[in-house]
Each structure stands twice: as C-alpha cells, then as structure tokens.
C-alpha cells in the first residue's frame, strides 16, 4: 500500500517533469524550396475540444519542411465540408490543398472526426475519412491524418505516427526513451548510472534492443516495451554490442569478443544459438541487415581503414563498398534497398551521406562536424542523426535529398543514439 | 576515533575512484504504472562506509599503496595504436607479477578510445587495445582465464575536453581488480 502509493507518487513526478522539461521540440532549420502550399482550416467544432486536432496536423506537415501552411484568418464562413471549398478562394491565397473537417461528440462520448483533402489547382477531392475516436486518440488521430495528406500531396507514406528513441544523459544519468515522431510523450525505458547505447527497434515495434554497461561491460538487452520484461541476450565474456535485427525480427546480429577480436555473430532475438558468420583479423562491428535480409553491411578496418563492406549470407562473399576517405563507418541500409546511409569523415569533420549500391554515387547531406549514429526514417524520407550544440549533444534530421534539415531541441539534458522506428501497426 | 574516521574515508574515496559501485538499474515500461527491477539492480551501492572498514581490517594491500607501481592502473596509447607504449610495460607487468602470485585474484581490462568518430566502431577500438595488454599479460604467464577484457569505447572519457591533450589521457586502458 505504502510502497505502491510511493510508485504512483515518483510516477507522476517523473511524467511531470518530463512535461516541463524533457520533451523534444523541432524546428525546421532550412526548407525545401518547393515546399506545398497547405490550408488547414481549423475543424467545425473542434473549440468544444481543449486538445483540437487541425493545430497537430498543420503542426505536423509544417514541421516536415516539405509544406507551407497557408493563413486561414478572416475567411467567412468556414468550409467545414469538401463541398463548401470555394477553390478560387484559396487559390487566391495561394493555396494548392486545402483541408476541412468537423469534429463532433457522439452519445457514448467518443468523437467523430471528419476531414477531407481538396485540390483547388484541379479543384477535385482527393480523400475525405471519418474516424471515431476517444480524445485521449486525438493527437494518434491528427498524426494518421497528416500521414493521409502526406502521402497523397508528396506520394510516400508520412511517417507522424511512428516513434523515435533516444538516449538522454542528465549528469551521470542515463535514459532510453521513446516519444512520438514529433517528440511528444516521452516515456523512459530504462534507467542506468552506467552508459547505454545503439538502440534498435524490432520490426514490429514492440521491442528494443540496446547495448548497455550497467554490469561494467558492453552487454546487449532485448526489451518489451508493453511489459518492461528484459533479457540479456548477449552476456558473453568480453564485449557485447552493435545489436541489429533482422527483417522478420526473429534473429539479432551482435559484435562479440567472446572468441578473440571484434567479430559479426548472428543469433536467435532471445539470444540463443549464436554463430559466427565470418571470421578475419581485422575488426568487424556495426552490422546492419540488408533490407530484404539477404546480406549485413557492416564496418570493418581489414584494409587498413575503417570501411563499410557488405556480406552475402548466403555465399559468405565479401565487398567492399567505400573507397572514398579513410574513415567510412555505421552504415545503415535505406528502406527501398537501393543504397545506404553512413557517416564520413572528410578532414576533421564527421558528416551523414548515402551511397547508391548500384552506381556508388555519394551524397553528402551534412556538413558536420560530429554528426553521428544515423537512422532512417521508414519511409527512407529523413535521416534523424546526433551532434552536438553549445557542448551537449542534440539531435537534428535532415531529408534523405539533403534538402530539409530540422534540429529537435530538448532543454538541459544530453540527447544523442537516436533509433526511428517501424511503421504503426 | 578521528583517525578511524579519516581513514576510512580515504579508504572509501580511493575505493570510489578506483570502483564505482555497480549501476542501479530501473525498468520502466511503456506502459504507465508497472515497474519491474532488473536482477543486477544496485547492490552494493552503500557500500563506501563498510569498504572503509575492511580496509582497516584486512591489512597492507600493495594495489591500494600509492607509492607501489600497482597503485597505477592506466595504459595510455597514441593515436591510431594499440600496442603497449614501453614507458607502460613496466605496469603491466607488475600487475602480470601480481597476477601470477596472487591465483585468487582477477581484472578486468576496460579499453577506451577518445570521442571522435562511431560510438560502436569505438568500443571495437577499446577492444583492441584491452586486448594488447590482455596478450601481454598472458605472455608473461597470467592465466587467461583470470583476464577479461572489455570496452567502454568512448564513453567513459577521463578527460572531459575536447583537444589533443583530453583524447590522449581517453585512450586507454584502466586496470580493475574484481571487489575493488
């Protein structure tokens, strides 16, 4: 009684300061120059609701660089449906898209959300949905709707609903978290006075896999994010570390030192039955399935230099893939399998770029100059990264074209290890 | 009574340098409201008092005497190397004598690299360096089995700068003698 009531009371000062302090804002630091021009009109009887759903999706599409929100001020009266849309109004103002909608309570408490998506270039609808929602689902709510209009503007799937991770470090306290895409309600994960590290999402969201030293050691976990359950799936003598998973989340690559040397196992999610997929003298770490799951890109300084290779796990060929610099490392595969994303060093100055397999053209996305731990975005659109500001450690994205870059600020603490993860399901 | 006092806290302080107490650990899931404890969850922490203590009792150790090479715990290494530098061979092999006398004792060798560059691709560079000192402890007859070797990579820096100075004092390897 006692010793729950304690719980309850450290739990609400933990979200509470959470609430004030912890929480990630973004800011878009440069857009793209052809960014859609948007109206959101605030919902029909969305003033009865404190939360509001319009505000998050504007918010939402603002904030992907790839929108400019139109001013709705002063337009009387306000369409609430497709059909009240007068298109040469808001072309007027320079809108391409406008969106409307209504939202209303229903007998059981519960609330229809409506909204529709018109082009008034061609002055045709492009979607109108209808969702009935509870008001603790109106943020999911305007994220899956800002997803909807994404899609059908930019043609690929928006990615408002997905999560991020993160490693936060106060002092000398460390933190996984997860918070939504748009960095609100973080959750912490786990706690440590030991540092945690490369954090890594199973395809299905539902698990985390992490590195951390809380026994003095590299030691890779596999976490439930609905129960809390963890499990120490590699606690071999030496090191543990650089876990990945494969596609269909049922098996973990790892980095172990268990048999001399940093070297690539691949192992059963709980931890069982790991076998070493290659051997060699040199240093082998940072594995990264491909996305079809057929080969692991990963670092390996066997030429002398840290490069990215790829193996085929299937005839155990090797390749080398960088040949650009002398420092080429954690490359991560881009969800249309066509190239990957790594980080550079050119001079001093650690950047993000993607390599295309195919043809090895290279993009330079960031200028530095401590960018690190890259991870994609699943619609292989942006690529959230770590670097640091005023001395702490920040995150910031940036558009797989290089084109919109974005910094996500938390006050007072050290943000860094960033991990995007899945698709909702 | 004052003298106690003060040895023991130098006792505790050279203990708290030289082991920091395991990590607390607390779980949160994601959902609100249930909490479990992971089985590693900070047992000794309150420790500092009583290790202060066994100090007094249990006599002179030479690891803990700071006029004794065994007082010294770090390797350092140059940029780019992970072979012992000969201004160090003479630290590990006092403790490789030290080893080899005392079978009851064992260390762990926690590598460490300077910042720059890859999170993960430095824990491989802390690798290779415990390694080194790890290979030259064996040669010189310490059992392997005493010896694990292990790597923080960047993220326990000693020194909290960023210059050429701070990455040299990073890249290294720390001595820990189990129960320390």
Redesign the interface.
């Known amino acids: 009684m006692h010793r729950s009531l304690r719980l309850v009371l450290a739990a609400a000062l933990f979200l509470l300061s959470f609430a004030v302090r912890a929480q990630l804002t973004i800011e878009i630091v440069g857009g793209a120059g052809t960014a859609i021009p948007i109206a959101i009109v605030p919902f029909a009887g969305e003033a009865a609701f404190p939360l509001g759903v319009s505000g998050v999706v504007g918010a939402d599409l603002a904030r992907s660089g790839m929108f400019r929100l139109i001013n709705t001020d002063s337009v009387v009266p306000r369409p609430s449906r497709a059909e009240e849309i007068q298109s040469d109004v808001w072309r007027g103002r320079g809108a391409d898209a406008v969106v409307v909608g209504s939202m209303q309570s229903l007998p059981d408490g519960r609330v229809e959300v409506r909204f529709a998506l018109m082009d008034v270039v061609k002055g045709s609808l492009l979607t109108a949905m209808t969702y009935t929602v509870t008001p603790a689902q109106f943020r999911a709510t305007a994220h899956k709707i800002a997803d909807v209009i994404y899609q059908k503007l930019t043609g690929d799937p928006g990615v408002f609903s997905t999560r991020i991770a993160y490693i936060t470090k106060a002092g000398a306290r460390y933190q996984l978290q997860v918070a939504d895409a748009d960095g609100a309600d973080p959750q912490t994960v786990v706690t440590s006075n030991e540092p945690i590290i490369s954090p890594r999402w199973a395809p299905d969201g539902s698990r985390l896999a992490y590195v951390s030293f809380e026994q003095k050691k590299p030691v890779v976990y596999v976490q439930s994010l609905a129960t809390g359950a963890r499990q120490a799936v590699a606690n071999f003598r030496g090191s543990n570390s650089a876990p990945a998973w494969s596609p269909d989340g049922r098996r973990l690559a790892v980095t172990l030192t268990k048999d001399g040397g940093s070297q690539l196992y691949v192992m059963n999610a709980d931890g069982s039955d790991a076998r070493r997929v290659m051997s060699s003298n040199a240093i082998d770490t940072e594995a990264h399935f491909s996305t079809d799951g057929s080969s692991l890109l990963f670092t390996s300084d066997r030429g002398g230099s840290p490069q990215i290779y790829r193996l085929n796990l299937g005839s155990n060929a090797v390749e080398r893939l960088t040949f650009e610099g002398s420092y080429n490392v954690s490359p991560r595969p881009l969800p249309d399998g066509k190239g990957f994303v790594f980080v550079r060093r050119d001079g001093g100055r650690f950047q993000i770029a993607t390599q295309d397999f195919g043809t090895r053209q290279m993009q330079v996305l960031t200028s530095g100059p401590v960018d690190e731990s890259p991870s994609v975005a699943p619609n292989g659109k942006i690529i959230l990264y770590a670097n640091e500001s005023g001395g702490r450690g920040t995150l910031a994205a940036v558009s797989s074209d290089g084109r919109v870059k974005q910094r996500l600020v938390s006050a007072g603490t050290d943000v860094r290890e960033p991990a995007w993860g899945p698709y909702a399901r | 009574m004052k003298k106690i006092v003060i040895a023991a806290l130098v006792a505790a302080f050279l203990a708290g340098c030289q082991t920091?107490?395991?990590?607390?650990?607390?779980?949160?899931?994601?959902?609100?409201?249930?909490?479990?404890s992971?089985s590693?969850s900070g047992t000794s922490t309150a420790g500092t008092g009583t290790s202060g203590v066994t100090g007094q009792t249990s006599g002179y150790s030479p690891l803990k005497d700071p006029n004794n090479i065994l007082f010294k715990r770090s390797v350092y290494f140059e940029f780019d190397s992970f072979t012992v530098a000969d201004q160090y061979k003479p630290i590990v092999e006092a403790h490789a004598k030290y080893l080899a006398a005392n079978r009851n004792a064992k260390v762990?060798l926690?590598g460490h690299a300077d910042e720059?560059?890859?999170?993960?691709?430095n824990?491989?560079?802390g690798?290779?360096r415990a390694?080194a000192v790890k290979r030259m402890m064996t040669l010189l007859g310490v059992q392997e089995t005493i010896v694990?070797?292990?790597?923080?990579?960047k993220?326990?820096p000693k020194n909290m700068g960023h210059d050429e100075a701070a990455w040299a004092e990073n890249r290294r390897v720390d001595i820990?003698y189990a129960g320390e």
């Not at chain 2, 920091?20 to 479990?36: F, I, L, Q, R």
């Open positions: 920091p107490a395991p990590a607390p650990v607390e779980d949160k899931s994601g959902a609100a409201g249930t909490t479990s992971s590693s762990t926690q720059r560059g890859s999170r993960e691709y824990i491989a560079l690798q290779k390694d694990e070797s292990v790597s923080f990579g993220e326990k820990i």
